[in-house]
């Protein structure tokens, strides 16, 4: 009986020895199967995050065309030379004349019927009318946004695409050629008045875009007078219409991925 009991007990001891054997044999070989996985699934990601080729970037056509028709009154007018060197690749036509009106502007577009490039500058706005102190303001801004709008569709309708529309000069007087001082107090006070209304106009349209002169040169010595560009002014002037011609483009560009096959 008691030799029964010995032989029994070894053979039971020797089951949990196996047992125990096993299980510690599954216990070393599930972490080496799980890191297995989680190397192939992370080359698999990496190898993903790779695009086959670089993204292609489709531009617009009227940035594309590179063509541009410049509106001008005497403030653009006397920058044109600085504008085509700012755009060297840009095949570039100018009308207008110092002191136009937006509304005869519009009405030599109308019955010459010439064609514009694809994009409009557009650099009139200074010879408008007003009232000082904004006396009777909703309806010379109603008037302003009529003849506005109806010079876009008139540009619209000779092939227009796509407007950049440059904004008044809003400087401080202490800016402003003591020569001058003069003049700015008989103009100057209308500009941010033309301001908001283009400002509310390129909210209105996903066509018009705003290079923001009025931003950038509340400074001094970019003009001979209030207004008038010297060569400094004139160069300022070329960087604002590009980069916001740039910004237009960019905005409007489509990106498209190319993901390696079965990512």
């Known amino acids: 009986m008691r030799a029964t009991v010995v032989v029994f ?4 001891a020797a089951v949990f020895v196996v047992a125990g054997f096993a299980l510690h044999a599954h216990e070393k070989r599930e972490p ?3 890191s297995s996985s989680s190397s192939s699934q992370s080359t698999s990601s990496t190898r993903c995050e790779e695009p086959s080729r670089p993204a292609t970037i489709r531009r617009p056509d009227w940035y594309v065309k590179r063509r541009a028709t410049v509106l001008v009154d005497s403030v653009l007018l006397g920058g044109m030379d600085a504008v085509r060197r700012t755009l060297p690749l840009w095949k570039i036509a100018q009308v207008g004349h110092p002191a136009v009106m937006i509304r005869i502007l519009n009405e030599d577009l109308r019955e010459s019927g010439r064609r514009v490039a694809p994009l409009v500058i557009v650099g009139i706005g200074y010879n408008s009318l007003w009232e000082r102190d904004r006396r009777n303001y ?5 008037e302003f946004d009529r003849q506005a709008k109806a010079l876009l569709a008139t540009l619209k309708r000779a092939g227009a695409e796509q407007f950049v529309w440059v904004t008044l000069r809003h400087a401080r007087r202490a800016v402003i050629p003591e020569s001058a001082l003069g003049q700015f ?6 500009f941010p008045y033309v301001n908001e209304r283009l400002k509310r106009l390129d ?13 950038v040169s509340n400074k001094p010595g970019l003009t001979y007078d209030a207004i008038h560009l010297n060569l400094k002014g004139a160069a300022l002037m070329g960087r604002t219409i590009k980069s916001a011609i740039e910004e237009a483009a960019k905005a409007e560009a489509v990106v498209t991925s190319h993901p390696k096959p079965g990512c």
Request: without cysteine; glycine residues 10%; neutral net charge.
């Open 203 to 215: 909210g209105l349209r996903g066509d018009l875009a705003l290079a923001n002169w009025a931003a």
């Open 185 to 190: 107090d008989q103009y100057a006070w209308y």
């Open 9 to 12: 007990g070894l053979a039971v």
């Open 138 to 142: 909703r309806i010379w801004a109603s």
């Open 32 to 34: 080496i199967a799980a």
